[in-house]
């Protein structure tokens, strides 16, 4: 396996900074996920690495050699796209041999890593089958041993879950993240998808406009966001954010519970709810509403331990644990430490 530095590196498409002077380490062996919003730079980002996107500046280094120069045979990578990108008219088995086929390898090792690999993704009863007569979760597992037999130090993987639905998804997760502590490999995943990103990932890298705005595991970055950006765009629902008396307010909804729920002696800070809407979702509700003087909507999100009855068109005393509060700065949007 090998790691992968970048430093400085950036991107321009004209006046555009698509990736915007980003410094990275990238542990040997680490499944590292890069998060963000449409056009933030991510997959630019990882088209650099495999060298099918020269940088306008920085470096890249694979495995201790610098690379930014060097051709994606070159790398020892394997890039899996959000297509697939697999040959309509091979078989399975040909699709997964065919780096194997133009390496010149001989015909016995090609059939035995193949099965291998086959082996590995339990997809060796497909193997003679057409890309078309496979569903999409097979697809993608098909374009996973084509990477694989080629023994890369560094896998890419473009969104690979994008086109499967949501069941799916939450398999092919599991497996990703089986087969990557398998292969013992360092694995570079691209996704919008903060599911994903919180799922899979060693750590999370969070970019925005080009910029990385914060590293750290899921952990980190979803209780700790260093800014407005990171703490909104993590969350499901998203981080609410309260102005009061000229301080900005955080807080996820989660913590935003009716004062009934806590202890006597817990440390809150109060709040009264204007209750507009209330959503039932099965083991959650979500309870839409306005805090007086902060003219922005919040969300709570109620477990359904929380028995307490909550009407629509009603006000209520919410509160959050003062340990759960974040502060921002109201200009910058930068965290601020109390």
Known sequence: MAGVEIRHLSKRFGQLNAVDDV??????????????PSGCGKTTLLRMIAGLERPTAGEIFIGGERMD???????????????????????????????????????ATIAQKVRWAADMFGITR????????????????????????????VFLLDEPLANLDAKLRNMARDELKRFQRQVKRTVVYVTHDQV???????????????????????????????????????GQPPMNLV???????????????????????????????????????????????????????VIAKLPATVATEIAEESDMEFAVPERAL?????????????
């Open 196 to 234: 994903e990103a919180m799922g899979l990932g060693d750590r999370i890298v969070v970019m925005d406009r080009g910029k990385v705005r914060q590293v750290g595991t899921p952990q980190e970055v979803y209780e700790d966001p260093v800014d407005t950006f990171v703490a909104t765009f993590l």
């Open 69 to 107: 120069d060097a051709p994606p045979r070159a790398r020892g990578i394997a890039m899996v796209f959000q297509s697939y990108a697999l040959y309509p008219h091979r078989t399975v088995a040909r699709n997964i041999s065919f780096p194997l086929e133009a390496a010149g390898q001989l015909r």
């Open 243 to 297: 102005e009061l008396q000229g301080a900005l307010l955080g807080f996820r909804p989660e913590h935003f519970l009716p004062v009934a729920h806590f202890g006597a002696n817990e440390a809150l800070r109060t709040f009264p709810l204007s209750v507009r809407r209330v959503e039932y979702l099965g083991s959650d509700r979500y309870v839409y509403g306005s805090v007086a003087g902060a003219g922005a909507t």
């Open 326 to 338: 974040c502060y921002f700065d109201t200009a910058t949007g930068a965290r601020q430490r109390q």
């Open 126 to 153: 497909y193997l003679d089958r057409y890309p078309r007569q496979l569903s999409g979760g097979e697809r993608q597992r098909v374009a996973l041993c084509r990477a694989l037999v080629r023994d890369p130090q």
């Open 23 to 36: 410094d990275l380490s990238i542990r040997e062996g680490e499944f590292l996920v890069l998060l963000g």
